[in-house]
């Protein structure tokens, strides 16, 4: 990231994913002094969990076994969909 936004640097507890993340929507920002931290890194988080929920779900399939056997949507599903929300609410404030 260029030096103008070093002061707009991510939260040293964010993954390397989230991290990518947050440079890109400071990098697009109007006003990225405007963006407050801990819910730039909440966005952040529920971007790469979407993320990862949908490669689960690419890599292991819409429908997984239960612990007895039996058929069921995968849950990486429902955590994606939850996660997707979160974003549409999060990105209202920095999109």
């Given at each position: 990231?260029?030096?103008?936004?070093?002061q707009f640097?991510?939260?040293?507890?964010?993954?390397?994913?989230?991290?990518?993340?947050?440079?890109?929507?400071?990098?697009?920002?109007?006003?990225?002094?405007?963006?407050?931290?801990?819910?730039?890194?909440?966005?952040?988080?529920?971007?790469?969990?979407?993320?990862?929920?949908?490669?689960?779900?690419?890599?292991?399939?819409?429908?997984?076994?239960?612990?007895?056997?039996?058929?069921?949507?995968?849950?990486?599903?429902?955590?994606?969909r939850q996660?997707?929300?979160?974003?549409?609410?999060?990105?209202?404030?920095?999109?």
């Amino acid at each position: 990231m260029s030096d103008q936004f070093d002061q707009f640097a991510a939260p040293e507890h964010l993954s390397d994913e989230a991290r990518e993340v947050w440079d890109s929507v400071i990098a697009e920002a109007s006003n990225p002094a405007y963006i407050a931290a801990d819910e730039l890194a909440a966005y952040c988080n529920a971007v790469v969990l979407e993320r990862d929920c949908a490669r689960r779900v690419r890599e292991e399939g819409t429908i997984v076994a239960d612990e007895r056997g039996r058929p069921i949507a995968h849950p990486a599903i429902a955590v994606g969909r939850q996660a997707q929300q979160d974003i549409k609410g999060w990105a209202e404030k920095f999109l």
